[in-house]
């Protein structure tokens, strides 16, 4: 069984502060990992994949196989940042992909 | 630009109707998804497809079922609705593992 643990549901910082958004995973074999991003009133849409190990909006995830995470981090939050964040996994020959239950960011200015 | 493309952005049903939730998708693409995102819970895998007539079970099948007849276009079926399944359906579709998301079908059942 695959599955994804997001600690929390809401996490809020100030403009300018840094961030990390925890994920925990847990699976058997090799996984592809991801975090997806929800603006207000956009659609779900892929913020960055383990695989790419590139930095998106200033974003940046390390897969830490030892510990089973995928954390995502900023250093210096933006207004914009504001969004629901889902990390995902997708594992298997058939490309299941799970969610975890999202944390609600909010940066205050 | 990758187009996936839910039938209905709202719909209410009555409690016992038989619904069906519409899915199609522009880029060919193998593998496809129907979730439900429901506050405080996430998105919940429902049915998945890799393959015309292929599917398989995700998470939370229970009173669901799916249809893929056609590569770019996947059902969700809701055989009895139910007030319990009144929440927000996405569907998506994946390439090179990169998901790609309708716009959500917002369903309430009455």
């Known amino acids: 069984a695959q599955r994804v643990t997001q600690p929390e549901k809401l996490l809020s910082v100030f403009k300018g502060a840094p961030v990390e958004l925890k994920c925990n995973y847990s699976y058997s074999g090799s996984p592809e990992l991801f975090w997806y991003v929800q603006y207000s009133r956009q659609r779900l849409q892929l913020l960055l994949r383990?695989?790419s190990r590139e930095s998106i909006k200033g974003f940046t995830a390390d897969l830490n196989k030892g510990e089973t995470s995928f954390h995502l981090k900023k250093p210096f939050a933006q207004e914009e940042d504001s969004a629901m964040y889902y990390c995902?996994?997708?594992?298997?020959?058939?490309?299941?992909?799970?969610f975890g239950k999202g944390t609600l960011l909010t940066v205050n200015p | 630009d990758v187009k996936v493309t839910q039938s209905s952005r709202y719909l209410v049903k009555r409690t016992g109707e038989k619904v069906f939730l519409e899915c199609v998708q522009d880029m060919d693409h193998e593998n496809m998804f129907w979730y439900r995102q429901d506050p405080g819970l996430g998105l919940r895998l429902i049915y998945f497809?890799?393959?015309?007539?292929?599917?398989e079970k995700g998470d939370i099948p229970e009173g669901y079922s799916v249809s893929r007849e056609k590569k770019e276009r996947f059902s969700l079926i809701l055989e009895s609705a139910s007030t319990n399944q009144t929440s927000m359906y996405l569907c998506?579709?994946?390439?090179?593992?990169?998901?790609?998301f309708g716009q959500g079908t917002r369903l309430t059942v009455v």
């Open positions: 998506a579709s994946m390439i090179n593992t990169e998901a790609f």
């Open positions: 497809s890799y393959d015309v007539k292929m599917k």
């Open positions: 383990h695989i």
């Open positions: 995902a996994l997708s594992g298997g020959s058939n490309y299941k992909l799970t």
